[in-house]
């Protein structure tokens, strides 16, 4: 894959066996609108056929790692829940779809050959939490902040992190994240397992890892990855097929519009259950 693709939303740079992959936007804190749900599996389906590519360093760029789903940019995949009239069959088979195409993109992490580092700075919510779970191993300054916040704007989080945090920092601590929807620190991301190391400069630090791996054997390297996924994925593809099921029957509510019409508004939504 050549680093001068054009691309809008990510950076690629290849060199020494270790592929740099920067988010770069183009929305605020590299939020995830259209361009990044096009590029991502692109990028990481190339890298992983890619034989000069041993390992893949992510990160984001302006000190944050992603604000999440860019809700704006994204509006033409959540206008059929908002659409008067409801929503139909032939809008719920849509949206499923819809759903798919994202889950798709995020596992494209999981799915590509080379082992992923994902370096994180800065916040890290909603589907940066979906896009890291899917990397293989974890790291972040002592500043970065997380949420699983899709529960804060009604949303049941369906591209990855119900399905594989579970299986990185254990059920119940998953279960006090998605069901609160808090924010918590870089330290207690350690303290869970969801980072395994803290640096200071964290994409030097992901670098070295980066290049640590890509001084092994790759094929063997590749066959780590590949035998630890084994089984592990097949649970994920089945959870989140699930949830796209569950979310095109149940996402389009009141509570859903309150969510968006406050967030519009600028104010706190107040959630009546409908």
């Not at 509006?75 to 008067?84: I, K, Q, T, Y």
């Not at 089984?231 to 009141?254: H, K, M």
Request: glycine share 10%; proline share 5%; hydrophobic share 45%.
């Amino acid at each position: 894959m050549s680093p001068t693709t054009s691309l809008r939303s990510l950076r690629v740079h290849i060199a020494d066996g270790v592929a740099e992959v920067e988010l770069t936007g183009p929305s605020k804190g590299n939020a995830m609108g259209p361009d990044f749900w096009k590029e991502l599996p692109e990028v990481f389906a190339a890298l992983s056929d890619d034989e000069a590519v041993r390992a893949v360093l992510l990160y984001g760029s302006g000190g944050n790692f992603s604000y999440g789903l860019d809700l704006p940019a994204m509006a033409p995949v959540f206008a059929p829940l908002l659409a008067a009239g409801g929503m139909d069959a032939r809008r719920r088979e849509g949206f499923r779809r819809s759903i798919k195409d994202l889950q798709d993109a995020v596992s494209s992490l999981a799915r590509c050959s080379k082992p992923v580092i994902a370096a994180v700075d800065g916040w890290c919510i909603g589907g940066g939490i979906d896009v890291i779970a899917a990397a293989d191993i974890r790291i972040a300054s002592p500043s970065a902040m997380f949420s699983v916040r899709e529960v804060k704007v009604a949303i049941v989080a369906d591209l990855g992190s119900l399905q594989r945090l579970p299986g990185i920092i254990g059920a119940g601590p998953a279960r006090h994240l998605a069901l609160t929807g808090e924010d918590f620190g870089a330290g207690r991301a350690a303290q869970l397992g969801l980072v395994t190391e803290l640096a200071d400069d964290v994409v030097a630090r992901g670098r070295e890892l980066a290049g640590v791996v890509a001084a092994n054997p790759p094929l063997v390297v590749q066959g780590v990855k590949h035998v630890m996924n084994h089984g592990e994925e097949t649970s994920v593809q089945s959870g989140l097929d699930y949830v796209q099921l569950w979310n095109s029957a149940f996402l389009a509510s009141r509570d859903f519009h309150e969510a968006a019409t406050a967030f519009a508004e600028r104010r706190p939504a107040v959630f009546t259950g409908g």
